[in-house]
C-alpha cells in the first residue's frame, strides 16, 4: 500500500517542507543529513518502519533510544521534530513520523550530492516501542560478516543490499569506541587489525589513544566525509574502511560482496543505482498501513499521552 502519490491530495508540499528544514539544520550541522538517514535505519530494522525508534519513555513505554546500538549513539530527533511541526502547521495530522524518516533519508543523501529515488509513502505510526528488538536486531560493527547478513536477510534483504546500504557510510562520524578493537589489541592476538592500512593505522591511533576518551568522534569516510559518494568503496579497496564490519566486505576472503563492492567502486552510477533500490527495500520493511497504527501528533508520544 506504500505508494509514491500518497499524500498528492492531502500535503502535496511534504517534500520540499521537509527538504527546507535539513537544509537549514545543515547550516550549523554538517553531520545532520547522516544523523537522520541512520534513524530510518534503526526505525526499520526494528517492528519495521513505525516509528517506534522516536518514542521516549513514558508510563506506556519503553524507548528503543536507551538500547546500546542507541544509546549516546543516534542523534538528528530534534530536527526531526522540527519537521513534524512544519509539516503539522502545513498538512495537521497527515504525515506519519514514520513517513518522515523515510522521506528525510532521501533528502539527507541527494542533499549531500548522492541519489535521489522515488520514496514510498503511506507508513502509520506505531503505539509501541520493542527495546529488546533494538538491542538484538541491529547489527554491530564487531559482530562479523555472517551475522550482519543474518539480520539483514532476518528483514528481507540480501547480500547486495548489505554492500549497498552499507556504503551510507560514505558520510557521518564514528566514535573511537567503535572500531578502537581494531587498533591495538585484535580479537585478542595482540596486535592490530592486519586489515588496516597502515598509515590509517597510524592515524587512527593518534585520534584514539588506549586510554583516551572513547566517544572522540572521526569520520567514517577519510576522503570528503559530509559527501555522499563511492569512495566509501575504493577506501575499502585501500584498507581504509574505518568499521571492522566495514572492511570485512572487501577483505573477508571468498565473500561474495567482494564482487559487489569492486563494482560499486569502480561505477558510482551503478551504487548510485543500487544504494536507491536497497533504501526502497529497507523502506518496505513491515510498515503499518491502512488502519493499522496511528497519525502521532507529536513523534516522541503515542497520541493521547
Ligand atoms: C551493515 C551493518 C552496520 C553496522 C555494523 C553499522 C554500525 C555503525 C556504527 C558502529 C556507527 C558509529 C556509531 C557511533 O559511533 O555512535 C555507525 C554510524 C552510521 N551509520 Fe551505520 N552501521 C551499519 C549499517 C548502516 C546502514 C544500513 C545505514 C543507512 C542506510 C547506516 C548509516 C550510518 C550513518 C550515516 C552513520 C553516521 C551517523 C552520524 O554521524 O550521526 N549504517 N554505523
Ligand atoms: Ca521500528
Known amino acids: 500500500q506504500l505508494n509514491a502519490t500518497f499524500y498528492a491530495g492531502t500535503c502535496p508540499n511534504v517534500s520540499s517542507i521537509v527538504r527546507g528544514v535539513i537544509q537549514n539544520a545543515l547550516q550549523s550541522d554538517p553531520r545532520i543529513a547522516a544523523s537522520l538517514i541512520r534513524l530510518h535505519f534503526h526505525d526499520c530494522f526494528v517492528d519495521g518502519c513505525d516509528g517506534s525508534l522516536l518514542l521516549d519513555n513514558s508510563s506506556s513505554i519503553v524507548t528503543e533510544k536507551d538500547a546500546p546500538p542507541n544509546v549516546n549513539s543516534t542523534r538528528g530527533f530534534d530536527v526531526v521534530d522540527n519537521i513534524k511541526t512544519a509539516l503539522e502547521s502545513a498538512c495537521p495530522g497527515v504525515v506519519s513520523c514514520a513517513d518522515i524518516l523515510a522521506i528525510a533519508a ?3 543523501v541527494s542533499l549531500s550530492g548522492g541519489p535521489t529515488w522515488t520514496v514510498l509513502p503511506g507508513r502509520r505510526d506505531s503505539t509501541t516501542a520493542n527495546r529488546a528488538g533494538a538491542s538484538s536486531a541491529l547489527p554491530g560493527a564487531f559482530e562479523g560478516l555472517t551475522n550482519i547478513t543474518a539480520k539483514f536477510a532476518a528483514v528481507g534483504l540480501d547480500i547486495t543490499d548489505v554492500v549497498a546500504l552499507s556504503g551510507a557510510h560514505t558520510f557521518g562520524r564514528a566514535q573511537c569506541r567503535t572500531f578502537i578493537n581494531r587498533l591495538y589489541n585484535f580479537n585478542g592476538t595482540g ?8 598509515t590509517f593505522l597510524a592515524s587512527l591511533q593518534q585520534t584514539c589513544p588506549q586510554s583516551g576518551d572513547p566517544t572522540t568522534l572521526t569520520n567514517l569516510d577519510l576522503t570528503r566525509p559530509d559527501t555522499f559518494d563511492s569512495n566509501y568503496f575504493t577506501n575499502l579497496q585501500s584498507n581504509t574502511g574505518l568499521l571492522q564490519s566495514d572492511q570485512e566486505l572487501f577483505s573477508t576472503s571468498g565473500s561474495a560482496t567482494i564482487a559487489i563492492v569492486n563494482s560499486f567502486a569502480s561505477s558510482q552510477t551503478t551504487f548510485f543505482q543500487s544504494f536507491g533500490a536497497s533504501m ?5 520493511i513491515s510498515p503499518l498501513t491502512g488502519t493499522s497504527g496511528e497519525i502521532r501528533t507529536d513523534c516522541k508520544k503515542v497520541n493521547g499521552s
Open 106 to 108: 532521501e533528502a539527507s
Open 191 to 198: 596486535n592490530p587489525d592486519p586489515s588496516v592500512n597502515t
Open 280 to 284: 526502497i527495500n529497507m523502506g518496505n
